[in-house]
C-alpha cells in the first residue's frame, strides 16, 4: 500500500492498533466504507478516554509513548502544540495521525478515484475528516498550497452532500492561492 497522504520516514513502523477500514456498499458509482477498531482499539479508545478526562497534557504524552499511533492522542496534541505555538512538533503528530489512518484504508479506498465516501455521521469517520481539514491548514501555512487544494478537494469528495467541515468556505482561497484558476 503506498501512502499517498503523507510519505512517512522509512523507520516508522506499520501500526496495528485494530483499526481498519471496512466496505459498506457501493451506490451511485460511489463506493462507501467506515472506519471500524478491532477489540484491542475500542479498549485503547476506552483508556484514552480516561487519559482524556484528566485534561493534563503530561498524561497525553505518557500515553502516546505508550500507543504511539494512537489517533485520537495524536490529535488532541496537535492541538495542544499548536495551540502554543510549535508547529513544528504539532505537524508531525498531525503527520503520524494522517499516517496511522492512511495504513487502516480498505484495499478499495483510493483516494485518488473521486468516489470514495464517508459520512461524518459515522463517529469513528470523524477524526479522519477533522485530520485532514488540520492537515490541508498545515499545508497552507508551510507554503504548499496547491497540496493544501488537494486536500480540500479530497475533503469535499468524501461527504460532498454535507460538506461537514465546510470545505466550500475555504476551496475558492486555496485555489487562488494554488494559482488554479481554472478550477
Not at 481498519?20 to 479498549?43: D, I, P, V
Not at 484514552?48 to 493534563?56: G, K
Not at 504524552?61 to 490529535?75: A, C, G, W
Amino acid at each position: 500500500h503506498k501512502n499517498l497522504l503523507f510519505q512517512p520516514p522509512e523507520r516508522w513502523l506499520k501500526p496495528d492498533i485494530g483499526l481498519r477500514m471496512e466496505h459498506l456498499e457501493t451506490r451511485a458509482g460511489a463506493q462507501y466504507f467506515k472506519f471500524c477498531g478491532s477489540e484491542q482499539f475500542q479498549e485503547l479508545q476506552r483508556k484514552y478516554a480516561f487519559v482524556a478526562a484528566t485534561f493534563q497534557p503530561n498524561n497525553l504524552v505518557e500515553f502516546l509513548r505508550e500507543n504511539p499511533y494512537h489517533p485520537d492522542t495524536l490529535l488532541n496534541l496537535f492541538y495542544i502544540y499548536a495551540h502554543t505555538g510549535d508547529f513544528t512538533t504539532a505537524d508531525s503528530l498531525l503527520q503520524r495521525c494522517l499516517f496511522c489512518l492512511e495504513t487502516a484504508f480498505h484495499p478499495w479506498f483510493d483516494i485518488t478515484a473521486g468516489t470514495c465516501r464517508l459520512s461524518f455521521r459515522e463517529e469513528t469517520n470523524q477524526i479522519f475528516f477533522q485530520v485532514l481539514f488540520r492537515y490541508m491548514g498545515s499545508l497552507s501555512r508551510r507554503g504548499c498550497h496547491r497540496s493544501a487544494l488537494e486536500v480540500a478537494k479530497l475533503l469535499l469528495s468524501l461527504d460532498p452532500l454535507e460538506d461537514p467541515m465546510g470545505c466550500l468556505f475555504c476551496i475558492d482561497h486555496h485555489t487562488l492561492r494554488a494559482r488554479e484558476y481554472d478550477f
